[in-house]
């Protein structure tokens, strides 16, 4: 079946241009993640949804992200004025009812550069 | 605040080699914990877990157990295989939190 699919898989912008990433989780998850990995770290937390609903943005590094997930299914990270300091791999995770019970499904994420 | 620090990279071992991956944590009360593995061109997929002291997870020939005396968390596998050649993330969670805390993760190759 399926896997968490992200796009684009490769993004390139301008400091200062609003981005948006797109991530389609498994069918029937209702449980999505997003994660930010940098050059030679691990993934960082940035927010989780549980159905339509924000239940932890304690990750977002400030108010120039912001994700929604309006129908509780594809979710889309948006970055405002985007700084160098943004670039990374941005990774979506899914599923089945909260990592705690179920396994994450991890996309192949999409690599932010920002010039 | 909550950390897992992990044995840096890279690591190269030759087929059918022992590895030990080692893995230790910092956190209050009782986190569980995870090793994660990424193929290469592929999405990072959980390999194991344990969620309290003295469990151990096991997969695919992997194992790593719970110690909360030395509070670690060492993966291990007793014959790696060129198949095995990814990168290996440790993590923790809190009981009840909504996030994963991840190493920075290990890079295996593993040559014929």
């Known amino acids: 079946g399926a896997g968490v699919s992200q796009t684009p898989s490769n993004k390139v912008t301008e400091k200062g241009k609003y981005v948006e990433l797109r991530c389609d989780p498994i069918s029937g998850h209702t449980a999505l993640y997003w994660y930010r990995q940098s050059l030679g770290q691990g993934p960082e937390f940035l927010i989780y949804?549980?159905?339509?609903?924000?239940?932890?943005d304690s990750g977002l590094p400030n108010d120039r992200f912001f994700a929604v997930r309006p129908e509780g299914s594809v979710s889309t990270l948006k970055i405002q004025r985007t700084e160098r300091g943004d670039s990374a791999v941005y990774l979506c995770?899914?599923?089945?009812?909260?990592?705690?019970?179920?396994?994450?499904?991890f996309g192949n994420g999409t690599r932010l550069t920002v010039t | 605040g909550d950390s897992v620090t992990q044995m840096e990279g890279p690591v190269t071992l030759s087929e059918e080699a022992f590895l030990t991956i080692n893995c230790t944590y910092t956190a209050t009360g009782y986190p569980s914990l995870f090793w994660y593995v990424q193929y290469p061109g592929e999405g990072l997929q959980l390999l194991l877990k344990a969620t309290k002291a003295d469990d151990k997870g096991s997969n695919k020939g992997f194992e790593a157990t719970y110690r909360k005396e030395t509070t670690s968390f060492h993966l291990e596998k007793g014959s790696v295989q060129v198949s095995d050649s990814a990168v290996y993330f440790c993590?923790?969670?809190?009981?009840?939190?909504?996030?994963?805390?991840f190493g920075t993760g290990t890079r295996l190759t593993v040559i014929p």
């Open positions: 995770a899914s599923s089945l009812s909260g990592f705690t019970n179920s396994p994450l499904h």
């Open positions: 993590a923790l969670s809190k009981t009840g939190a909504n996030n994963l805390f």
């Open positions: 949804f549980q159905g339509t609903g924000a239940a932890d």
